[in-house]
């Protein structure tokens, strides 16, 4: 992915396409495990072990709750503000809203805490709540409610403070919107009044029906529209009592809901984010657009067990218009950010990571030039203990950087550009060498005598000590001939070094066509996947799928080669194929016919870019 971000950035260059250098929104996570938890490389830990609450602050940050004290999220710290709300209680049962300046409710299963301004002495109420659900606060009339596994408490937040109770049993979830619309949920129904503010004229639906399940939380965006995540879908309930269901057809990544916020940080574009039991997922209605985060990467917490996310909180930055998310999980705290870049930006950072990964092959001979690849950590998240690895598809990933090194060059001239460069294309020049058979690559080689666990391995008879992997895939001659091309055209300068380039282009097409169109390995045999043949795509029914995607590849290619040699030899395997017996030119209409490869699709294309067609 590393090495298709360069190419695609670069590519542009060439192509004179303007989005290189137009500023986008790119995401990044800041993640903190909790207090006493082992400790994760570039990861930063929370002062407290659990996480009790979220909430905004001024919309320019966030609070946390956890154990007995209040925290401020200030500049990537957390700084204990207990201190600053004098008579505050809190326990690990606490749940926080806070509203205007610096106007704070708390509340636990006795109790409930309003402090209008910090330094001065909080507000205490008595009430035995239970179990405390939700809490959210009503601007318009300036309440605060408190779902509990008993009641609706509605409290007025100001001196002096009192409450009504509604008695709609166990309240598992509180929406309000700016107008004092309230929405709220309890075991099978979902309720909403229908006016604003007004407490006694609650509307409600029955669960399963319009709603999908229980809703687990509840929220309201701009429009009045409320948003109801659930365990099975999305619903939503507009201003005008209609229901939508979101679910997978629509685009939903994954069910199992926990949570749902809405998020006005841009204009006209607003985001609704969703917590799940499986991580954490962003929609953007306006461009129906999904993205859904899980994993290390994103959140802490178990992948075996589920990254379960109890609480999303948008919040601000001042002086800044993007987005920003604090995610509650069951392993920690998430800090979703986001920063303007530009494809070049980004290509330039990817590269610097080629770079600190860059190591020769298998560790050994930097003659043989670099690969670019999987790498394995010895230690969880750090980076710096990297070691190299083998990969099924070396010869790939390294094409894939090598073209987008090729489109750099071309444009810079840089000498430095093009001697990493060529360190790579020595690296694919290699794994063609390394097999003593011409046109035959290796999945990858190794300086060792012993054979790895997983397939199969060969002892090289042209590089002594070295080993290499076979039964190479049409993955890895789609890399080879798209970027050989691109490295004759671009980056080649010299006769020697055309000629190199040259070598390859001919030796690896001659090869496949010589035999069939089928990739032969060192066993005789063709390997699993390098079939182009028009038996396979045309004749078995097992191999449909390929049909489309496997004869681009191999027109694509003969068309190359030929516009590089000039060999009628490709000429003619190219009209074998087109001719109306085999009928590829029709095969080539629907490339995609289940598995898309789109980034395949975009290989076979990149090496037709600076030559004619047939």
Known sequence: MMALVVVLSLISVVMGASPLMEPYNQYSFSRYTLKNSPAMADWKSLPVSQIASLGTWRDQSFMLLGGSQLFLFTNGTFVDITRDYPGLQITNASKIVTWGTDSVAVVDPQNIYFCAHRGQKCGQLTVPLGSVNDIKHDASLNHVLVGSENALYVFSASAPFSYKRFDFGNVTAIATDQHGMIALSTPGLLWRTLQNGDYDSFHFWRTPGLVDDTPSSLAFDSKGDLWIANDVCINVLTLDLEFRRIAGNEGLPQA?????????????????????????????????????????SALPGSMTQGQTVYQ??????????????????????????????????????????????????????????YLAGDIGLQSFGNLSSWVAQSSDNNGLWTSMYLAGECFRYSITKDPEVKKNAWKYFEGLEFLVNVTGIPGLMARSALYQNEFPQGGTWHHSKTYPGWIWKGDTSSDEVCGHLMVHPLVYRLLAETAEEKARAYRLIDNITRY???????????????????????????????????RGLNSVQIISWLISAY??????????????????????????????IVDPQVCFLFLFFSCLVFIPTI
């Open 256 to 296: 199992n809901l926990t949570y749902v916020a809405v998020d006005n940080s841009y204009p006209n574009q607003e985001t609704i984010w969703f917590g799940s039991v499986y991580g954490l997922i962003k929609y953007t209605p306006t461009l129906n657009s999904w993205k859904y985060f899980y994993g290390p």
């Open 512 to 546: 496949i066509v010589e035999n069939d169109f089928q990739l032969i390995d060192v066993t005789g045999k063709p390997t699993t996947w390098g079939r182009w043949d028009p038996y396979n795509l045309n004749q078995r029914v097992d191999w449909y799928i390929q």
């Open 563 to 592: 516009a590089t040699t000039e060999d009628p030899y490709f000429l003619q395997a190219y009209q074998e194929l087109a001719s109306r017996q085999n009928a590829y030119l029709i095969n080539v209409v629907n490339p995609k």
């Open 312 to 369: 999303v909180v948008p919040f601000s930055i001042p002086g800044s218009s993007l987005s920003y998310i604090a995610i509650s999980t069951s392993g920690g705290l998430s800090i979703y950010s986001e920063r303007k870049m530009t494809l070049l930006d980004k290509a330039l950072e990817m590269d610097a990571y080629m770079q600190y990964f860059r190591s020769p092959v298998a560790g050994a001979h930097p003659y043989v030039g």
